[in-house]
């Protein structure tokens, strides 16, 4: 037992989310395999149907932007605000797809870390970042104005949260920093909504059966 124990802590001791050595080289060769894979064809082709409608509801004030897309989008406005910041330095079909394109893009890195949290190796979370970065289906969000990339962005957010939340249950501000993001990220898709609910059953139904149901009352604070 006396082993086991030494074991667990030199290996908690050990753990870092930077990578080092060959691991932060190869991390940034899937990263950079990545950026440039989604930057390219940005400008492939001009906006179309919906980003076309997306691109339309980012002119005006941002007042008039939540008030568009109140009437005219079934999506909250983050993705037009984003836009509408970007535009201020020149409006184009690269800047448009250049919010979608840089969350996909740091998404890639997101993805990594949050492997490594989980899984604590770095076999694991590399691999992940080079399936992510690789994926066809990413690559298609990255290049259209849709409100995809964006919510994969702020979905990796909050699983890291969550799940350091969960490792690490005296270290509070991980809940509140979960609690924060999600309530961010429900202005920029509302389908977050079901992840928000689903990682909240998880937790009741960990903590339950883990026999740590002090937690309770710091993790429904730090969701109001």
Not at 66 to 84: D, G, T, Y
Request: charged share 15%.
């Amino acid at each position: 037992m006396k082993n086991n124990a030494f074991l667990n802590n030199t290996a908690k001791s050990k753990f870092s989310f930077i990578p080092s050595g060959k691991s932060a080289f190869l991390l940034l060769v899937i990263f950079f395999l990545g950026a440039v894979v989604r930057l390219l064809w940005l400008e492939n082709y001009s906006l179309h149907y919906d980003e076309a409608v997306e691109f339309g509801l980012s002119f005006g004030s941002f007042f008039d932007i939540v008030e568009a897309c109140r009437k005219n989008s079934s999506n909250p406005p983050m993705l037009q605000i984003l836009v509408k910041i970007i535009s201020l330095f020149g409006r184009s079909d690269f800047a448009a797809r250049l919010v979608p394109a840089l969350s996909n893009i740091i998404s890639i890195a997101l993805v990594y870390l949050f492997s490594k949290i989980l899984f604590r190796k770095e076999l694991p979370a590399l691999f992940s970042s080079l399936f992510f970065a690789i994926s066809f289906t990413q690559f298609r969000f990255s290049n259209e104005l849709r409100p995809y990339s964006l919510s994969v962005f702020f979905a990796c957010i909050m699983l890291i949260a969550f799940e350091l939340a969960f490792q690490n249950p005296g270290e509070k501000k991980w809940k509140y920093i979960f609690a924060a993001v999600s309530s961010v990220g429900f202005f920029t898709q509302y389908g977050l909504s079901i992840l928000v609910a689903g990682l909240n059953l998880i937790f009741f139904a960990a903590i339950f059966f883990a026999g740590r149901k002090n937690e309770l009352k710091d993790w429904v604070l730090s969701q109001l």
